[in-house]
């Protein structure tokens, strides 16, 4: 985090007004060796934030084509929505946009929707710590993967805008399997399922995050049609957040759920596992909701210290096959970056970041229009 | 240009001659708009491309030496905004100012080189990282190893001025 504007680094652009800042605090998951998150209470932002353009940067093929940009991080998500599709010149791009918008913004005036397939992805996380329902067996858990309707939840839960995971790797990044996702089949899911014992009237308990709420309705509705078990759904008010994620994180207390919907993300897409595999079922990942297993830990070992590009990738694809063939988690989507863009910029959008150096605004562009 | 001037521009990144044009307003709601933030104005020794992909950046190029080697030629003619010169040993004090902190990133400590790691600065361009074991992510953790100008340490760094730690904070 940069806490103020200056000559710092020799990026695309330099900070020239304002800050986007982090305030946390950590969550520690062993202490030998050492392992721990920081999790966010705050992400301070001046209300504007400024860059502009280095015009001495090497790489001149790639950018900066934009001479400033603005962050307006005063506006709000919904009025900016409404700015950058009924406006020019008040909001030229809005991250983040939720499936819900995608008709608003291609059918609007003057923005265009640019979807990325991004390094996002929103899993199950199952619970293998409980005692008293059989998640620590693989056909307990491919249970909850074959109740699934991945296509429902694609077409009816994003608007088309994801697809549909096989592991926890999207099929666009490097180490992916090849898998297919697990087919829905309720009727093989409930045979499973009865077959490893779920006891008699004991509900799932599913929990999720606000932000992935429509999905745990869809999965409860699954559950419930496929499975013919009840579910508790829980959705964890965001003020119970950090409580929550200490308690995933930490492992100290017991973890109230079955299967967890969880959201997630990659900063590159070269090496899955590194980030993602890693952090839902590694020894020292953050997330992991399990005993730690002695297989995936030998891939890990050997997936971490390989120097070869190529055969990493290999060891990265088994991993992504491991923990299908375990189902280790329920595996869901990999949802599309939906960015709202004006019509005159050029938008060049990132898989696993939100960088603006390829970018660039055309003639008819309000600030060329007004020289700016 | 012959094939031969072409693709050493694309390489070179030196193939596109406009200015820059235009101002883009933004509104992006991301928690990660701190992050977005670093990398739109900072270099990294790699970065990634539209597909996510590992790329050099203040990077030209590396090599393994052994598999415990790590060999960095850093990029000719970079410079920071106020005229300093990116170098061998600007690599050198990011890696020195990363190791002062127990658990550095936000996304966690599997980001850490391992502590025993040696950096040396072997020329004017050229950095050797010794691993005490193979590491095979070595580049992706190189990508949260941000390049700073030696104003930026000595007057705010991450979070050192502010809090006065840069535990957590880059």
């Known amino acids: 985090m940069i806490d103020a504007p200056g000559p710092w680094g020799s990026g695309p652009f330099t900070l020239v007004e304002g800050y986007s800042s982090l305030e946390n605090e950590v969550a520690m998951i062993e202490d030998r060796p050492l392992a721990g998150v920081w999790l966010d209470t705050n992400q301070p932002r001046t209300d504007r934030l400024v860059l502009e353009a280095n015009t001495d940067h090497w790489n001149k093929e790639r950018g900066p084509r934009l001479e400033r940009v603005v962050f307006r991080n005063n506006v709000a998500h919904d009025k900016a929505l409404e700015l950058v599709c009924t406006t020019e010149g008040e909001i030229d791009i809005v991250t983040e946009v939720d499936p819900s918008d995608a008709e608003r913004v291609k059918s609007s005036e003057h923005a265009q929707l640019h979807a990325v397939d991004a390094m996002r992805i929103v899993t199950g996380v199952i619970n293998r710590f409980t005692d008293d329902v059989p998640l620590r067996d693989a056909n307990a858990r491919r249970a909850l993967n074959l109740a699934v309707d991945r296509d429902r939840l694609v077409r009816e839960g994003f608007a088309g805008y994801a697809h549909a995971l096989s592991g926890l790797t999207p099929h666009y990044a490097g180490g992916f399997s090849g898998a297919e996702p697990y087919p829905h089949d309720p009727e093989e899911a409930r045979r499973l399922m009865s077959e490893a014992g779920w006891p008699e009237g004991r509900a799932l308990r599913l929990a999720a995050t606000s932000d992935v709420e429509p999905v745990a309705n869809m999965l409860a509705e699954d559950y419930r049609n496929a499975l013919g078990i009840e579910v508790e759904l829980t959705i964890i008010p965001d003020e119970e957040l950090l409580v929550a994620q200490h308690t995933l994180v930490e492992k100290v207390m017991e973890l109230p759920f079955d299967v967890l919907v969880h959201a997630w993300i990659d900063l590159n897409s070269d090496a899955p596992p590194a980030f993602i595999h890693g952090a839902y079922f590694a020894a020292d990942g953050p997330f992991r909701a399990g005993p730690p297993l002695d297989d995936f830990e030998e891939l890990m070992g050997s997936f971490a210290t390989e120097i070869d590009a190529e055969r990493q990738g290999e060891i990265a694809a088994q991993i992504d096959q491991f923990v299908y063939d375990e189902a280790l988690s329920v595996f869901l989507v990999a949802p599309q970056a939906l960015y709202a863009i004006n019509r005159h910029v050029n938008f060049v959008g990132h898989a696993a970041t939100f960088e603006l150096a390829e970018t660039e605004v055309n003639e008819e562009h309000w600030s060329r229009r007004n020289g700016q | ?170």
């Open chain 2, 1 to 170: 240009m012959n094939l031969v001037e072409k693709a050493k521009s694309l390489i070179m990144g030196e193939g596109r001659s406009s200015e820059p044009v235009g101002t883009v307003h933004v509104v992006d709601p991301s928690p990660l708009n701190w992050l977005y933030i670093t990398y739109n104005t900072v270099e990294e020794l790699v970065r990634v491309d539209t597909q996510g992909k590992i790329r050099p950046a203040a990077m030209q190029r590396y090599r393994w030496v052994d598999d415990r080697t790590l060999e960095v030629h850093v990029r000719k003619g970079e410079r920071f905004p106020d005229g300093e010169a990116l170098t061998a040993s600007s690599v050198k004090r990011s890696f020195d100012e990363q190791g002062r902190w127990t658990a550095p990133h936000p996304p966690g400590t599997h980001f850490n080189l391992d502590d025993r790691t040696q950096c040396e600065v072997t020329g004017e361009r050229t950095v050797r990282f010794r691993f005490p074991e193979p590491d095979g992510l070595a580049l992706g953790k190189l990508r949260a190893m941000h390049i700073m100008s030696t104003r930026f340490w000595d007057e705010i760094g991450f979070g050192y001025e502010r809090n006065g730690t840069g535990e957590g904070h880059w």
